[in-house]
T-cell receptor, first 113, second 116 residues
């Protein structure tokens, strides 16, 4: 069965510092991978996704993630954190022949001025 | 519409009460998904519709949960005889075609259900 783990339920970074949110998955088939962001009292918004092709994926708001099959990882990064990046971030994996999305438990990102 | 809308945004129910949660997907979207998000957790899949057909309901936690989409647009998630463990945010998402992995799912703001 597919699963997603996110190391660190809470991450704090200083404004302007590198953001690194970790995601590892387990899958018996090549996965589709996603990062979603959730602001307070709002729905999830897609940041980026990996389906096929280039393993380095660029998303909105300056975020990017790299699919590393050998490490079964899909870590999310941003070179310089902004205050507006403070939110909950969810990594998700999807079966290739199915529509069910499996979400990780989430990482809460705080940005310190 | 401009996005996925859900109503009510907040619902307080007494234990044992029935509730109905509504989802209005983006106009024309074929696929519709329901998720349950417990406090401090990631969303968990409940059920999936393609048009009016409910193709997967494997995530519904019990037979107290029922979902429908009779005309292939608006969907309702009904919970009968609510229990405290049903307290969660219920998220609805839609996608334009068959819901395949290449498609983006667009999420609504959710309905926060509190069962007392």
């Amino acid at each position: 069965a597919q699963s997603v783990t996110q190391l660190g339920s809470h991450v704090s970074v200083s404004e302007g510092a590198l953001v690194l949110l970790r995601c590892n998955y387990s899958s018996s088939v090549p996965p589709y991978l996603f990062w979603y962001v959730q602001y307070p009292n709002q729905g999830l918004q897609l940041l980026l996704k990996y389906t096929t092709g280039a393993t380095l994926v660029k998303g909105i708001n300056g975020f990017e993630a790299e699919f590393k099959k050998s490490e079964t990882s899909f870590h999310l990064t941003k070179p310089s954190a902004h205050m507006s990046d403070a939110a909950e971030y969810f990594c998700a994996v999807r079966e290739t022949s199915y529509d069910k999305v499996i979400f990780g438990p989430g990482t809460s990102l705080s940005v310190i001025p | 519409g401009a996005g996925v809308s859900q109503s009510p945004r907040y619902k307080v129910a007494k234990r044992g009460q029935d509730v109905a949660l509504r989802c209005d997907p983006i106009s024309g979207h074929v696929s519709l998904f329901w998720y349950q998000q417990a406090l401090g957790q990631g969303p968990e899949f409940l059920t999936y519709f393609q048009n009016e057909a409910q193709l997967d309901k494997s995530g519904l936690p019990s037979d107290r949960f029922f979902a429908e989409r009779p005309e292939g647009s608006v969907s309702t998630l009904k919970i009968q005889r609510t229990q405290q463990e049903d307290s969660a945010v219920y998220l609805c998402a839609s996608s334009s075609l068959g819901g395949g992995a290449q498609e983006t799912q667009y999420f609504g703001p959710g309905t926060r259900l509190l069962v007392l």
